[in-house]
């Protein structure tokens, strides 16, 4: 057998050879992977085991308190009559301060009547009449100062209870009722007036 020819069957033996061999080593290696694989898998079942699910939101630091935000609920629509009461004091505020006014005039009025008129004499100088002599006595009431007086002080009320009158129309007119015209009224001291002195 010539050279060449042996050098040719020694090549074919070695592949022949070294393919078994080969397989054999990629065969242990895909089998021990394998057993890796399954030893690692849950002991319930050949199942491959599913993913954590990805949370939708990230997760809160740890050891930070978890705060809450309330949303604060809205004001409660105004009643019908608190609506009222405040378009009524919208309409007659400045009246009931001119009315007011007028009330503390004819107050001041008043006192000043009482003090120095209502059921008041003058006793002047004595004067001699005939044989005797007699001190003239005059009832302050009928002097002209505080006939003035009663006069300015029945006119602020009429003029009071005219007013008073008058808001109480407009506010019928407007549907606002009575009773929160009341209300107002008694605000500023207001009541039924009198327009005598007494």
Not at 171 to 195: C, H, N, S, W
Request: hydrophobic fraction near 45%.
């Amino acid at each position: 057998m010539s050279v060449l020819t042996r050098a040719l069957l020694a090549i074919v033996l070695l592949a022949v050879v070294s393919v078994p061999v080969a397989a054999q080593t990629t065969l242990a290696a895909a089998s021990a992977e394998a057993k890796k694989i399954v030893h690692e898998w849950p002991v319930s079942g050949n199942a491959v085991p599913e993913a954590a699910p990805a949370s939708a939101e990230p997760d809160a630091t740890p050891g930070a308190p978890n705060v809450v935000t309330a949303i604060p609920d809205p004001p409660p629509a105004p009643t019908v009559l608190e609506a009222m009461r405040v378009q009524a004091s919208a309409l007659f505020q400045s009246r009931l301060l001119a009315v007011r006014a007028v009330m503390d005039r004819r107050a001041s009025n008043r006192v000043t009547y009482d003090q120095a008129c209502k059921n008041k004499l003058t006793v002047f100088a004595p004067v001699v009449i005939g044989l005797g002599v007699a001190a003239p006595v005059a009832f302050n009431e009928t002097t002209p100062e505080c006939r003035t007086l009663a006069t300015e002080i029945t006119a602020q009320a009429a003029r009071i209870d005219s007013e008073r009158r008058e808001m109480l129309e407009s506010a019928r007119t407007k549907r606002i009722y009575p009773g929160v015209m009341r209300a107002l009224f008694d605000g500023i001291g207001l009541a039924e007036v009198q327009t005598t002195r007494q």
